[in-house]
């Protein structure tokens, strides 16, 4: 479980985040949704420790990151999964070779205990004899996948995923949704999506929260989104034809 | 604009103490510096000794146009000023100009692509120390390899103004091989350029790590830190080159 308690944020004199309160929670995807400049990314980079706050706590299974020592700190980030936009996938790498660069970091394990471990990684995100491929020569979705795998293959606590399905066509954006929720449940790891797509909203939001200007203006779940009274989450929901359409059916 | 100078010093002083740190694991570190020794060191073989050869012929023409009008002047003085100047100057600090463009750029804009693709934050994501993990191998390997091909560079500028001196019937090749080995000193001819070629090594590592690994932004900002790496370090390698020469020869 993440505990981000009112975090705020500045750069200079821009005031990103003002004071987010969120529990998220175990085996759980949790979504951060909002249009651009809402904060989501700040805020995803906060709880992360790549930006310090300004103010407030982030709290990770009960211990305060700011208050870790840094063999602490250290030992979080290895029990930490991150998904990239644009997968940040090393191009000098093989697929194996990314999937398996983690392990050979911080594990103690045997070149054997490493290959099975890499073995099962790909076969679990169906990416099996790609092994020998280079980031460039694969499609966008399969560097998503390879960057899924890459980010399980420590078996991580906390799972974070910075827009999973950008740049993806509806199919296969379908198809990583899925595979996050799946492992979510099956490792029972807690995740954060920060994303813009709806239909991930309503295909995988156990949990969902919406920014806006730096604060969090609502919260619920995926069915809960679509019958929101709050002004805001309804400008953002319903601003396309096709969900205006769907709320004209739901009414 | 001097704001920003020592700014960028005090930068680059942090990253380098974060660079010079204890490798998490030394099994990738040594594949890494492996890797950066082919790369930085081998590939630029061929462009040194192309270099070097008429670097070393060019000289011993010029020296010869020099020296030849006087009759009192023996002409294995030629290849005496040609080794003077390929030993002391030429192999050392024009090669290693050379270098700066080549490899400089290759370390910028690679660690710049890194960066902006944030393959860079993926490691820190990690918990990699990525200064460590990504520019101690390159700037290992320049150390390592650089003064190997200043070396080699001036064994092929000597052979070359010898080869030259001899097909253009300006100095016999025996007699330029003689005119190399008089009042030939170790420390003077050999020691003096390879302490400036480890120094240049360190520049060109160094300070084009810190171009392309400190890139905020896109493509164009990449192209930029990668012409800033090349600027930087030749600038850095000719301010050395002063106060080395003062130093080793004074």
Same mark, same amino acid.
């Given at each position: 479980?993440?505990?981000?308690?009112?975090?705020?944020?500045?750069?200079?004199?821009?005031?990103?985040?003002?004071?987010?309160?969120?529990? =998220?929670?175990?085996?759980?995807?949790?979504?951060?949704?909002?249009?651009?400049?809402?904060?989501?990314?700040?805020?995803?980079?906060?709880?992360?420790?790549?930006?310090?706050?300004?103010?407030?706590?982030?709290?990770?299974?009960?211990?305060?990151?700011?208050?870790?020592?840094?063999?602490?700190?250290?030992?979080?980030?290895?029990?930490?999964?991150?998904?990239?936009?644009?997968? &940040?996938? =090393?191009?000098?790498?093989?697929?194996?070779?990314?999937?398996?660069?983690?392990?050979?970091?911080?594990?103690?394990?045997?070149?054997?205990?490493?290959?099975?471990?890499?073995?099962?990684?790909?076969?679990?995100?169906?990416?099996?004899?790609?092994?020998?491929?280079?980031?460039?020569?694969?499609?966008?979705?399969?560097?998503?996948?390879?960057?899924?795998?890459?980010?399980?293959?420590?078996?991580?606590?906390?799972? =974070?995923?910075?827009?999973?399905?950008?740049?993806?066509?509806?199919?296969?954006?379908?198809?990583?949704?899925?595979?996050?929720?799946?492992?979510?449940?099956?490792?029972?790891?807690?995740?954060?999506?920060?994303?813009?797509?709806?239909?991930?909203?309503?295909?995988?939001?156990?949990?969902?929260?919406?920014?806006?200007?730096?604060?969090?203006?609502?919260?619920?779940?995926?069915?809960?989104?679509?019958?929101?009274?709050?002004?805001?989450?309804?400008?953002?929901?319903?601003?396309?034809?096709?969900?205006?359409?769907?709320?004209?059916?739901?009414? | 604009?001097?704001?920003? %100078?020592?700014?960028?010093?005090?930068?680059?002083?942090?990253?380098?103490?974060?660079? %010079?740190?204890?490798?998490?694991?030394?099994?990738?570190?040594?594949?890494?510096?492996?890797?950066?020794?082919?790369?930085?060191?081998?590939?630029?073989?061929?462009?040194?000794? @192309?270099?070097?050869?008429?670097?070393?012929?060019?000289?011993? @023409?010029?020296?010869?146009?020099?020296?030849?009008?006087?009759?009192? @002047?023996?002409?294995?003085?030629?290849?005496?000023?040609?080794?003077?100047?390929?030993?002391?100057?030429?192999?050392?600090?024009?090669?290693?100009?050379?270098?700066?463009?080549?490899?400089?750029?290759?370390?910028?804009?690679?660690?710049?692509?890194?960066?902006?693709?944030?393959?860079?934050?993926?490691?820190?994501?990690?918990?990699?120390?990525?200064?460590? =993990?990504?520019?101690?191998?390159?700037?290992?390997?320049?150390?390592?390899?650089?003064?190997?091909?200043?070396?080699?560079?001036?064994?092929?500028?000597?052979?070359?103004?010898?080869?030259?001196?001899?097909?253009?019937?300006?100095?016999?090749?025996?007699?330029?091989?003689?005119?190399?080995?008089?009042?030939?000193?170790?420390?003077?001819?050999? @020691?003096?350029?390879?302490?400036?070629?480890?120094?240049?090594?360190?520049?060109?590592?160094?300070?084009?790590?810190?171009?392309?690994?400190?890139?905020?932004?896109?493509?164009?900002?990449?192209?930029?830190?990668?012409?800033? &790496?090349?600027?930087?370090?030749?600038?850095?390698?000719?301010?050395?080159?002063?106060?080395?020469?003062?130093?080793?020869?004074?």
């Amino acid at each position: 479980m993440i505990q981000v308690k009112g975090i705020h944020k500045s750069f200079e004199d821009n005031h990103v985040l003002k004071g987010v309160d969120v529990d =998220f929670h175990r085996g759980e995807t949790n979504l951060i949704i909002g249009s651009s400049g809402s904060g989501k990314t700040v805020f995803l980079k906060t709880i992360l420790g790549l930006h310090q706050p300004d103010q407030g706590q982030i709290i990770y299974d009960g211990e305060v990151l700011s208050e870790m020592s840094k063999q602490r700190a250290k030992k979080l980030r290895q029990e930490i999964g991150m998904l990239f936009q644009g997968g &940040a996938l =090393f191009d000098s790498m093989t697929v194996a070779q990314n999937i398996r660069f983690p392990l050979e970091m911080f594990s103690e394990m045997t070149e054997h205990q490493m290959d099975e471990r890499v073995k099962f990684v790909m076969n679990r995100v169906r990416l099996e004899g790609a092994d020998s491929k280079f980031p460039s020569e694969i499609s966008g979705g399969m560097q998503k996948r390879v960057s899924i795998a890459r980010a399980i293959s420590m078996s991580p606590k906390y799972l =974070f995923c910075d827009e999973p399905n950008s740049g993806l066509d509806p199919e296969t954006a379908i198809v990583i949704d899925q595979l996050i929720h799946e492992i979510t449940h099956e490792f029972g790891m807690t995740t954060i999506v920060n994303t813009h797509d709806m239909n991930s909203v309503l295909e995988i939001g156990d949990h969902v929260i919406f920014m806006k200007g730096g604060h969090k203006v609502w919260e619920g779940n995926s069915s809960e989104v679509l019958k929101s009274t709050n002004q805001d989450v309804e400008e953002y929901v319903f601003k396309s034809k096709l969900f205006k359409q769907v709320r004209q059916a739901l009414r | 604009m001097i704001t920003n %100078f020592f700014e960028g010093i005090g930068a680059y002083g942090v990253l380098m103490t974060k660079v %010079f740190r204890k490798p998490d694991r030394w099994k990738l570190f040594y594949r890494s510096t492996i890797k950066e020794i082919q790369l930085l060191g081998i590939d630029s073989i061929g462009i040194v000794v @192309i270099l070097s050869v008429f670097m070393g012929a060019i000289v011993t @023409i010029q020296t010869a146009f020099q020296l030849s009008d006087d009759p009192l @002047i023996p002409t294995y003085y030629i290849a005496m000023a040609t080794r003077e100047s390929i030993t002391l100057e030429f192999s050392p600090t024009v090669v290693s100009l050379i270098l700066a463009g080549k490899v400089g750029s290759n370390i910028a804009s690679s660690l710049g692509t890194m960066r902006v693709t944030e393959q860079i934050d993926a490691l820190e994501v990690m918990g990699v120390n990525s200064a460590n =993990f990504l520019i101690l191998p390159k700037i290992v390997a320049q150390l390592f390899f650089n003064p190997l091909l200043i070396l080699m560079s001036m064994f092929l500028g000597l052979w070359g103004g010898a080869m030259a001196g001899d097909m253009l019937g300006l100095i016999a090749f025996q007699e330029s091989i003689s005119g190399y080995q008089l009042e030939f000193i170790v420390f003077e001819n050999v @020691i003096y350029g390879l302490i400036k070629s480890v120094v240049y090594a360190f520049i060109i590592g160094s300070v084009s790590a810190y171009s392309g690994y400190t890139v905020k932004g896109g493509a164009v900002e990449v192209g930029i830190a990668s012409t800033n &790496a090349v600027v930087r370090s030749c600038l850095a390698i000719i301010l050395s080159n002063y106060v080395l020469t003062d130093l080793l020869l004074n």
